[in-house]
Nanobody
Framework: VQLQASGGGLVQAGDSLRLSCRAS????????MGWFRQAPGKGQEFVAS????????AYANSAKGRFTISRDNARSTVYLQMNSLKPEDTAVYYC?????????????????WGQGTLVTVSS
């Protein structure tokens, strides 16, 4: 399974960005997807996840109310819409895929990872 993340860039505080992650290769029949991030000098942090059926999502407290995760299974793509960005959102954002359809906040439960896309938010 290959995950290709895109959509990162340099924005100002208050701006919006939409990240995309397309899965290809031998994807599981039904798979959960998630976004994680790693800020400079910090550990990996859960951001959001979504179930295969899209009826279940989970968000980190830092993302609630500002970020929205969605997916288009026909396009094998998951999205992360990020609004009202803050400088503390600056990080490399990684998408991940897990073999089970339910969402998960645990990085250890994900089986495949993308290469990351850098989001930089200036103040």
């Amino acid at each position: 399974v290959q995950l290709q993340a895109s959509g990162g860039g340099l924005v100002q505080a208050g701006d919006s960005l939409r990240l995309s992650c397309r899965a290809s290769g031998s994807t599981p029949i039904k798979y959960g997807m998630g976004w994680f991030r790693q800020a400079p000098g910090k550990g990996q942090e859960f951001v959001a996840s979504i179930s295969w059926s899209t009826d279940s999502t989970a968000y980190a407290n830092s993302a609630k109310g500002r970020f929205t995760i969605s997916r288009d299974n026909a396009r094998s793509t998951v999205y992360l819409q990020m609004n009202s960005l803050k400088p503390e959102d600056t990080a490399v954002y990684y998408c991940a895929c897990r073999k089970f359809g339910a969402p998960s906040t645990s990085a250890a439960s994900y089986d495949y990872w993308g290469q990351g896309t850098l989001v930089t938010v200036s103040s």
